[in-house]
């Protein structure tokens, strides 16, 4: 088995400079990027999938990427929804935001070091966030192609792109993406890496993100927490 960990810092690795506009323009650029410069191909995977309407990760956030962006920002969220802080005072996005991305304490649900984040775990994370990806219906076979090819192009290995490949081309399992929470820390992480990965600004996206709530069973006011900090961690490009 491909190490899930590493794969999921390639979804959510530091934001290559020249990467923006739809999926499809940041894939034709993402490729091209991985033949100029191979060694520079951290975010290829989240440019092929990642957020779709022309924005990206802001200050730390996207520089410590992967697993610790999400565990940041879900302890970040979970931290203030726990002390009673509301929502709106989570500060706005602005281009030079330095969004704080706080490290998990050592024995907290959330640091990356728990034996709860296991290499399964993290490929969790990385089908919720194919399946996000995928929940307005714009990735057609056409599309699938054509990601596939410049993921080929970045050698993720034959296991990884299979696995990406396979989850492109079928249905998410719901049940299966929730079944694999075992702790409401990890549902937070789960709805946390879907909601990085889309804004919701099609019915059909916003739709999905509150079944995945409801099935997650988180409360409402934690929901509202996690979008306003995952917002906040995102800039218009």
Known sequence: MFDAKKLLD?????????????????AGQAGQLARDNPLATGAIVAALLGTKTGRKLAGNVATVGGLAAIAGLGYLAYKNYKSGQ????????????????LSPPADSAFSTQSPLLTNDFALTLIRAMIAAAKADGHIDQSERANIMEKVHAVDLGSEAEAFIKHELANPVDMDELVAAARTEEQKVEIYAATRLTIDPDTRAERGYLDLLAGRLGLPDALIDHIDATVSAAKVKV
């Open 10 to 26: 390639q979804f959510l690795g530091s934001q290559m400079p020249g990467l923006s506009g739809t999926v499809r323009d940041r």
């Open 86 to 101: 509301s929502p709106e005072t989570v500060p706005q996005p602005s281009p030079q935001a330095e969004t704080p991305v």
